[in-house]
């Protein structure tokens, strides 16, 4: 691995044998390869981490396709080998909180990925999420998964993320679940805004997922006032549609 990369220790056990070493930050120099909402569509996750390339997955790893419990082994097994990580999401929390016996919002989709978790791998995939990087600033790219907050650019997310505590509020919020608007969609989920694409910094890009917002299958790239770029990688996978990846250069 090359310099610059950040690693924290966890243990799901007291035995020395408990402790795995995640990656929180891409290495120095290392080719990317960043990868949308992947909602437990583990055929096409297993295809897109088949490469030399540092993974930053941006969140969102279940719920929805027939194979959660695949997905969260292959990013375990990422995890475990330095070679990926993945930022925090809305259903990642959920999951820890469900899988950590806390109340969440009833949804069958979450109980589906919960009955195909091994429950000797639970403690694992709990520690994983809760040291799941919120977002990443790297140069003139920042990676998260819902929307972006100019705070972000100097305030690191919490560490470690809040598995037992209520409800998420500030810059994390925005990270998980972007900007609402105030209004209910007719699921009853609350309606998201894109005004933030508009405060991004010049030259700075955002990699994010959360909403399909693609017109056309790819991702989209959308321009703000200021000068500042979002990528949205969400293309549908585990919904219908397919999952979405863009290799980048150190």
Not at 208 to 233: E, K, V
Request: net charge neutral; charged share 20%.
């Amino acid at each position: 691995m090359g310099m610059g990369e950040k690693f924290i220790t966890v243990t799901d056990r007291p035995a020395p044998d408990s402790v795995i070493t995640f990656p929180r930050h891409p290495p120095a120099g290392v080719p990317i390869r960043v990868i949308g909402d992947v909602h437990g569509d583990a055929r096409a996750f297993t295809h897109a981490v088949t490469t030399d390339r540092f993974i930053i997955q941006l969140g969102d790893l279940t719920d929805g396709g027939p194979e959660n419990g695949e997905v969260l082994r292959i990013m375990l097994n990422l995890l475990h080998q330095g070679r990926g990580l993945f930022l925090l999401g809305n259903h990642d929390l959920r999951l820890a909180r469900r899988l950590a016996g806390r109340s969440v919002r009833p949804d069958p989709t979450l109980e589906e990925t919960c009955a195909q978790i091994d429950t000797l791998h639970i403690p694992q995939i709990i520690n994983a999420i809760a040291h799941a990087p919120a977002w990443i600033v790297s140069g003139n790219r920042i990676f998260l998964h819902g929307g972006f907050h100019t705070d972000m650019l100097h305030t690191a997310p919490p560490f470690p993320v809040p598995i037992q505590d209520g409800r998420v509020h500030g810059v994390l919020a925005r990270a998980l679940y972007g900007e609402p608007t105030g209004q209910l969609q007719p699921d009853g989920y609350p309606e998201r805004s894109l005004r933030w694409v508009d405060r991004i910094p010049k030259n700075l890009i955002v990699y994010c997922g959360h909403d399909n917002r693609s017109p056309d299958g790819r991702p989209l790239t959308m321009y703000g006032q200021r000068g500042g770029t979002a990528i949205f990688l969400d293309t549908g996978a585990g919904k219908g549609g397919h999952l979405s990846w863009i290799d980048l250069d150190s």
